[in-house]
């Protein structure tokens, strides 16, 4: 009985909202710590009183908590914009998690899944969407096939990952890159 | 220790159970199934959908008929013009309402918010979805038979769908409750030119309305 108690227990953790906050350290010495270096790469993160305007452009996944104008480009990775995000731009990514606030068009190649509390006020373009119980949106999906409007630029995504997991032992792993256009501030 | 015990220390470890929507009663459709059947065969549809956003429904309708679904929940609408005491500005505010172009609509999943609506707002409503619709594109509505009694708490239900004939009733707080139910002639002359092709009365004192927009209709709304 007891132990039947136990087994009853999920063994699988829920999966987190977001990644918490971590100081990416750009400055960081280079050639040290391949391990704690892929920790970081997995968690780069921009944090709550951070602002964009611009384009942002990327080659691994990320985190948003800051509020982010204009365009968001993250071809082949999974952009998530935590609770305290709040997006007014173009959003391009593979896999597009929203539990803050969005408002713009979202084209995802894998999936767009609004998560409770989460809102979006635009398109949603993705083969696969996901909206739950509580979340916010306003707009139309477009479920369409795998390798539709976004597959143009998969072949390009794909040759910027390869070089980003094959640096990545030995060189720090590329931060995503503020376009020239973008102008971080902090509040 | 009871069994009851147990379920319960289970249920609490458990994320995201939403056991409301899990209670919540299922109940048969049959104008479901023949929209549908009226979208089948068009290649990627749109559907336009006024209820509440519901992410399996998009899912659902997604796979089935690989259209482009939009969602214009007018329940905040109606909670909007009741908080702010402008419930005689909604029939103007529904012309204004859709960026649609005309015609541009496949399908229209009005579900039950013409209950919600009085006569006035409910035709401005209905002529908006007729300008949208597309030749042969088609409505499902449902209409209460019954007078709403005053003494229930106002709800509004949000309609999951479990499969083409069935319906999962999800109700959720409103800020006003049923109107008095509309007379069948009264829905024909609201949604004029659009002719009702199917209409089933269920137990539920629900009445299931298919309306398409014949060739008729699209020459006559031109």
């Given at each position: 009985m007891w132990k039947r108690d136990e087994a009853v227990k999920p063994t699988s953790q829920p999966i987190p909202p977001a990644p918490v906050a971590s100081n990416a350290q750009p400055s960081a010495p280079v050639a040290l710590q391949a391990e704690p270096r892929r920790i970081e790469r997995d968690l780069v993160n921009i944090g709550k009183s951070v602002v964009i305007k611009g384009e942002l452009s990327g080659s691994e996944d990320l985190t948003i908590e800051g509020h982010v104008e204009g365009k968001i480009e993250l071809k082949d990775h999974l952009l998530t914009i935590g609770p305290n995000g709040r997006i007014k731009a173009q959003i391009f990514a593979k896999t597009v998690i929203v539990l803050g606030e969005v408002s713009g068009n979202v084209s995802a190649s894998e999936k767009v899944e609004i998560r409770d509390g989460g809102s979006v006020d635009g398109d949603i373009v993705s083969p696969r969407v996901a909206i739950a119980e509580g979340a916010h949106f306003r707009g139309s999906v477009d479920m369409q096939k795998k390798g539709g409007a976004i597959s143009a630029s998969a072949s390009t995504s794909a040759s910027a990952t390869t070089s980003a997991s094959s640096s990545a032992s030995v060189k720090p792993a590329p931060q995503p890159t503020v376009a020239q256009a973008a102008q971080p501030a902090a509040h | 220790m009871a069994f009851s015990d147990l379920f319960s220390r289970r249920r609490k470890d458990e994320p995201d159970v939403d056991t409301g929507a899990a209670k919540a009663p299922v109940h048969s459709t049959k104008g479901l199934a023949k929209f549908i059947a009226g979208?089948?065969?068009?290649?990627?549809?749109?559907?336009?959908?006024?209820?509440?956003?519901?992410?399996?429904?998009?899912?659902?309708?997604?796979?089935?008929?690989?259209?482009?679904?939009?969602?214009?929940?007018?329940?905040?609408?109606?909670?909007?013009?009741?908080?702010?005491?402008?419930?005689?500005?909604?029939?103007?505010?529904?012309?204004?309402?859709?960026?649609?172009?005309?015609?541009?609509?496949?399908?229209?999943?009005?579900?039950?918010?013409?209950?919600?609506?009085?006569?006035?707002?409910?035709?401005?409503?209905?002529?908006?979805?007729?300008?949208?619709?597309?030749?042969?594109?088609?409505?499902?509505?449902?209409?209460?038979?019954?007078?709403?009694?005053?003494?229930?708490?106002?709800?509004?239900?949000?309609?999951?769908?479990?499969?083409?004939?069935?319906?999962?009733?999800?109700?959720?707080?409103?800020?006003?409750?049923?109107?008095?139910?509309?007379?069948?002639?009264?829905?024909?002359?609201?949604?004029?030119?659009?002719?009702?092709?199917?209409?089933?009365?269920?137990?539920?004192?629900?009445?299931?309305?298919?309306?398409?927009?014949?060739?008729?209709?699209?020459?006559?709304?031109?």
């Amino acid at each position: 009985m007891w132990k039947r108690d136990e087994a009853v227990k999920p063994t699988s953790q829920p999966i987190p909202p977001a990644p918490v906050a971590s100081n990416a350290q750009p400055s960081a010495p280079v050639a040290l710590q391949a391990e704690p270096r892929r920790i970081e790469r997995d968690l780069v993160n921009i944090g709550k009183s951070v602002v964009i305007k611009g384009e942002l452009s990327g080659s691994e996944d990320l985190t948003i908590e800051g509020h982010v104008e204009g365009k968001i480009e993250l071809k082949d990775h999974l952009l998530t914009i935590g609770p305290n995000g709040r997006i007014k731009a173009q959003i391009f990514a593979k896999t597009v998690i929203v539990l803050g606030e969005v408002s713009g068009n979202v084209s995802a190649s894998e999936k767009v899944e609004i998560r409770d509390g989460g809102s979006v006020d635009g398109d949603i373009v993705s083969p696969r969407v996901a909206i739950a119980e509580g979340a916010h949106f306003r707009g139309s999906v477009d479920m369409q096939k795998k390798g539709g409007a976004i597959s143009a630029s998969a072949s390009t995504s794909a040759s910027a990952t390869t070089s980003a997991s094959s640096s990545a032992s030995v060189k720090p792993a590329p931060q995503p890159t503020v376009a020239q256009a973008a102008q971080p501030a902090a509040h | 220790m009871a069994f009851s015990d147990l379920f319960s220390r289970r249920r609490k470890d458990e994320p995201d159970v939403d056991t409301g929507a899990a209670k919540a009663p299922v109940h048969s459709t049959k104008g479901l199934a023949k929209f549908i059947a009226g979208l089948t065969g068009r290649s990627s549809p749109v559907l336009l959908d006024l209820g509440s956003v519901t992410g399996s429904n998009v899912t659902f309708f997604g796979e089935q008929l690989g259209c482009k679904i939009i969602v214009e929940d007018l329940s905040k609408d109606i909670d909007r013009a009741v908080k702010e005491k402008t419930l005689a500005d909604l029939p103007a505010h529904f012309t204004t309402r859709f960026s649609q172009e005309d015609g541009s609509v496949d399908g229209v999943l009005c579900w039950d918010l013409f209950d919600y609506l009085d006569k006035h707002s409910a035709a401005s409503l209905a002529q908006q979805i007729v300008r949208l619709l597309k030749p042969e594109g088609v409505v499902l509505a449902f209409f209460n038979t019954h007078e709403p009694k005053e003494s229930v708490e106002a709800l509004y239900t949000k309609h999951v769908v479990v499969d083409q004939s069935t319906l999962q009733h999800r109700p959720y707080p409103a800020a006003r409750g049923k109107q008095r139910p509309f007379q069948n002639r009264d829905i024909q002359r609201m949604f004029e030119p659009l002719r009702i092709t199917e209409q089933f009365l269920l137990k539920s004192h629900m009445r299931e309305v298919l309306f398409r927009k014949t060739g008729d209709a699209a020459d006559a709304d031109a």
